[in-house]
């Protein structure tokens, strides 16, 4: 009898972004895709990881990593897995070229393994998964959806994808294949969800050119274009507009030179010989005849874009009459950033454009339409959306059912739900496996867990404030023998009432004389905490300071 198959979300299936998945069958593992979540959490926190803990437990496992395409919401969090983790990974090219920076930044040696479009390759070895690439087109080039051949049949995984008839570059996505695999039998579609709330078919990223070669004919300033630096056609349109406009191209930002690189030498991107001019040269050529290319589309603040807003960037300056276009669509959460992005922009005298009318963005992602038209080609058995919040997956569903999937075959997961497919139809067990969120801060040390306690005392900080409680006590008998003195920041209602606050304190140590020096300074933090909740309703950080003299 088939053993069955485990389809268990780790990341992706309730929210944009921190997209992972295991497929288990036979006691082995297949993992799609490793990313992150971007945050705009404001206590120092840069990105999300899934908790990888339910696979780094089954280490021994896990036989493969395969990555569906290379941006970071799904390749960002492979090097806290691989730390652990020591198994192949496999990817196209220009998908292992933005993995390996990420790896090396990190310290991390790994296997990686090049496939390309139609390549077939098991899931380790002694694992009854295999998996094939199969071209998709999506905001990155070289993104592939994966078919994987179960003991339960064969699974699609979509990755992100849009079906373009008329790609900038690169063979298009592969339907025929797509279509072949649906008359064959397929188990179940695992599907990109992200835009499940847009009607009709997405944009194509070749109509983006026209509205970049406007800009720049019209602009009589310099023309900023703020977009992904991994989207090399979009990069490559920006190019070719600038080029004809007669405007030579700098880069800002760490990302985007690096990335512009890669997929130079790649031959994802062509650049006339003449274009190319560094910042310091840049600074002294009439505003007529130069483009910048720079990150910081999502409002980043630390992004190059967003320096040059605060007049903090060392190389460059917005000046009126400049243009700044933003070529990206704003991710869920990002909202208020780019706001603020484009208040200050405009303040010191830019003109700032994005989506319109010429279009300066495409999504990368597919619109129902698209998604409907993936549910026809295949012809699913069963059907799961991926990749979104909770309304997009639901969302998404419902064109399944529209297309005919029964509501018994629609399964609607989220992170640490587990399907299994066995011989009998599929069911969602009872039991969900470890998931969760991993906040990640990054500086020059490298990235660093940032732990829920540090979290929950950092926001309490910038909520309530700190008041540091200083006692002065005999070594002896531990009777007080100065203050309590309180040096508050950030701390509301103490003013004028110190004494108050001072009498209660020394109640509660003289309770505590005799106790030790651990439970006298508990005795302190509780009793400034007490009364901080009764008297103003608030719960500063307490830090108790007993000196014994």
Request: aromatic share 4%; glycine share 10%; with cysteine.
């Amino acid at each position: 009898m088939p053993s069955p198959v485990r389809i268990v979300p780790l990341g992706g299936l309730g929210e944009v972004g921190m997209n992972c998945l295991a497929v288990e069958a036979a006691g082995r593992i297949a993992v799609i895709d490793c990313g992150v979540l971007f945050t705009d959490e404001p206590f120092g926190v840069d990105v999300i990881t899934p908790d990888l803990g339910w696979l780094i437990e089954r280490r021994e496992q896990v036989g493969a990593v395969f990555l569906t395409h290379g941006h970071e919401d799904h390749v960002g969090a492979l090097p806290f897995l691989l730390r652990h983790v020591a198994a192949p990974v496999y990817g196209t090219r220009f998908t292992l070229a933005m993995v390996k920076g990420r790896l090396a930044e990190a310290g991390i040696t790994a296997d990686l393994r090049e496939v390309a479009p139609g390549d077939v390759r098991p899931a380790g070895e002694d694992s009854p998964i295999s998996v094939e690439f199969i071209a998709v087109t999506h905001s990155i080039p070289d993104a592939c959806s994966l078919a994987l051949t179960t003991p339960q049949g064969v699974l699609i995984h979509s990755g992100d994808f849009k079906i373009d008839e008329r790609p900038v570059r690169g063979p298009g996505m592969d339907l025929a294949r797509l279509e072949a695999l649906g008359q064959a039998g397929v188990r179940l579609l695992l599907s990109d969800s992200t835009n499940a709330e847009r009607p009709g078919w997405a944009l194509s990223e070749s109509a983006v050119g026209p509205g970049l070669h406007d800009v720049m004919a019209e602009a009589t300033g310099r023309v900023f274009v703020a977009t992904f630096s991994s989207n090399a056609h979009r990069l490559q349109q920006v190019v070719e507009a600038a080029a004809a406009a007669g405007r030579r191209l700098a880069l800002l930002g760490r990302g985007m030179v690096e990335n512009f690189e890669i997929a130079r030498q790649l031959g994802q991107l062509l650049e006339p010989g003449w274009m190319p001019v560094t910042a310091d040269e840049a600074r002294r050529l009439p505003p007529r005849e130069l483009a910048i290319l720079t990150t910081g589309s999502q409002g980043e603040p630390r992004a190059a874009l967003g320096r040059l807003a605060r007049d903090e960037h060392p190389e460059l300056k917005v000046h009126a009459g400049d243009t700044v276009v933003l070529s990206s669509r704003q991710i869920p959460g990002n909202e208020l950033a780019v706001g603020r992005l484009v208040n200050e922009l405009c303040a010191r005298g830019a003109l700032v454009r994005w989506e319109g009318h010429p279009p300066l963005h495409a999504t990368g992602h597919a619109q129902e339409a698209e998604q409907r038209r993936l549910i026809q080609l295949t012809r699913p058995e069963r059907f799961v959306p991926i990749h979104g919040e909770y309304r997009q997956l639901a969302r998404h569903a419902a064109h399944a059912a529209a297309e005919g999937i029964p509501p018994g075959r629609r399964h609607l997961l989220t992170d640490g739900q587990v399907l299994e497919l066995d011989d009998a139809g599929a069911r969602v067990l009872p039991e969900r496996v470890r998931s969760g969120r991993v906040a990640i801060s990054r500086d020059e040390g490298g990235a660093v867990e940032v732990a829920d306690a540090v979290l929950d005392d950092r926001r309490r900080l910038a909520e309530f404030g700190l008041c540091v409680a200083v006692v002065q006590v005999s070594a002896a008998t531990g009777a007080v023998l100065a203050g309590p003195e309180f040096h508050a920041r950030g701390v509301a209602g103490l003013d004028g009432r110190e004494a108050e606050l001072r009498a209660e304190v020394l109640a509660a140590l003289g309770e505590a004389v005799g106790a030790g020096g651990e439970a006298r300074r508990e005795a302190l933090r509780q009793a400034v905490r007490r009364w901080f909740r009764r008297a103003t309703g608030r719960r500063p950080v307490v830090e108790p300071v007993i000196i014994e003299r």
